[in-house]
């Protein structure tokens, strides 16, 4: 039991023997910093069931708690705000149980349900930008923060490598590329296939002004461009299953699949199973019949199938065509059964994906929900804005869209420029450097972008997420080595310690640590990693105050600076397993 919970049965205990009351709740909060004392309970609600001066009553309640709880050093009242001080054996006691405990914060997996999250899903037509480098943090981190609560968890991807934004890749490769590979072009293969798709659209705006020049309306021109008309062919060749077309589709689709791990390997995510939409797009027809059978869609005159839901607060929305195709409502509906299928543990899912398809999520829950699925009930769609840049920041793609790897290239640089002007990396050599680099250039830009609430938009700056002051990845990388840099230098074997005067600043330490197990299943409870990397700072912050103030390889005992010692090992310990689950590496020396 924690402490909040051990001094709510108290409070309760003293609020019935005082005054012959029962209380429901109690409510706690941090105590103010110009009071004395640790945690505060708040005596204002108390008045539904107990009547009196708020002050009075605190007193009363706060004389009881000294006198009855073991923990409970002292107290004063403001106003109507009890103030509990707590015994310094009370944090020693604490800290004894955690000391040199590694995977400090994670819980053991817990139930026989798992979790499915899915992040990142491409379009094989380009290389990934910077939309994809927040999609893929998010779900990331989403995951291994609800693995650190004790979920298992299976994560994955869905690759939208069909229709014709593939096809229009494809017929300007046929009509430009006389043959080029990655290989021949010294290119990543999602870049080359992305310069293609680039071509088409210069190609095709070119043959809409050709044809607007020679009188055809822009609306016309736009739908009877020749290069267009010949990609909707080749999607229909291809959705035929003609061969020559098929196998250019696999070969190219080939060099983007090689682009993205690549990709992925760089940034540091993974998954555990791809589901390609050229599998899945049919997959929802079947139980878009069941649906008609059961009443969940209706049929219009024209064929098309649709589902109603004007009844829950949307609309009606189409699950089929008239022609019988599927729309992408009909194959999220499928995916999701079929990952029920492939992983018959999964009892509930997340899909990170941006805000813009809010709307699209509250209709497939809701449908999959009408289908009487169980596990439709606990389905969370991870919704996130924006990320923008300041103008001029970076390379990007027709002004528009920044490219992944130009990102990441880009951060390793800046940390080099700003570590160089620092000075901070003399005695390393020219490969540990680089390696450095990139480890706080990632680590700047994850921590950047986690830190923010997943709703909020962005605006990312690469030199400010790279500043070593402040709410920022290397100011807490750099604590991190510091930290190290304590413990190679203190060469002490661990020590027990059961009475010790604490200082105040160790105590702020210590009750930033305790915080770190329930942060956690906060986070996995709202899905947000920015409450794991704010914590993280704060108990940065207090670390380093700590470190100011209070001597450690200098204690005035062997006994204090052991301690402080081991204090400052399981901030470490903290601070490790805090980054990792944002996916971010902590360096042992900077």
Partial sequence: MNLQDNLELQVKSAIKTLFDAELESVEFQATRKEFAGDITVVVFPMLRVVKGNPAVIGEQVGQYLQDNVAVVKGFNVVKGFLNIEIADAYYVNFFNGIKGEKNYGFAEVKGNKAIMVEYSSPNTNKPLHLGHIRNVLLGYSVSEILKASGKKV?????????????????????????????????????????????????????????????????????????ILLEAQEMLRKWEGGDEEVVALWKKMNGWVYEGFEKTYKEIGVDFDKNYYESDTYLLGKEFVAEGLRSGVFYKKEDGSVWCDLTEDGLDEKIVLRSDGTAVYMTQDIGTAIQRIKDYPDVGGMVYTVGNEQDYHFKVLFLILQKLGFDW???????????????????????????????????????AEEISEELGKLE??????????????????????????????????????????????????????????????????????????????????????????????????????????????????????????????????????KGFRVALSANVGHAIKNAFSILGIEVPERM
Wanted: glycine content about 6%; proline content about 3%; overall charge negative.
């Fill in 154 to 226: 299976y994560k994955t991807q869905i690759i939208n490598d069909r229709g014709i934004h593939i096809c229009k890749s494809m017929l300007a490769w046929q009509r430009f590329g006389e043959g080029e590979s990655p290989e021949s072009a010294g290119l990543k293969g999602d870049k080359l296939v992305g310069n293609y798709y680039v071509k088409f659209d210069k190609a095709y705006k070119n043959e809409i002004a050709e044809l607007v020049k020679s009188g055809v309306s822009k609306d016309e021109a736009e739908k009877q461009a020749p």
């Fill in 376 to 414: 439709a009930e606990n389905l969370f769609h991870l919704s996130y804005g924006m990320v923008d840049l300041p103008s001029g920041k970076m390379k990007s793609r027709e002004g528009t869209v920044v490219d992944a790897d130009d990102l990441i290239e880009e951060m390793a640089s800046t």
């Fill in 427 to 560: 005695d390393y050599s020219e490969a540990d450097k680089k390696e450095l680099y990139k480890t706080i250039g990632l680590g700047a830009l994850k921590y950047y972008i986690l830190k923010v609430d997943p709703k909020k938009r962005i605006l990312f700056d690469p030199k400010e997420s790279i500043d070593f002051q402040g709410n920022t990845g290397p100011f807490i990388q750099y604590t991190y080595a510091r930290i190290q840099s304590i413990l190679r230098k203190a060469e002490i074997e661990d020590i027990s310690v059961d009475e010790i005067e604490l200082h105040e600043k160790e105590k702020q330490v210590i009750k930033q640590l305790a915080q770190f197990p329930e942060v956690i299943q906060n986070a996995a409870d709202q899905h947000s990693p920015a409450l794991i990397a704010n914590y993280t700072y704060d108990l940065v912050k207090e670390f380093n105050s700590f470190y100011q103030n209070v001597s450690i390889l200098g204690a005035d005992s062997e006994l204090e």
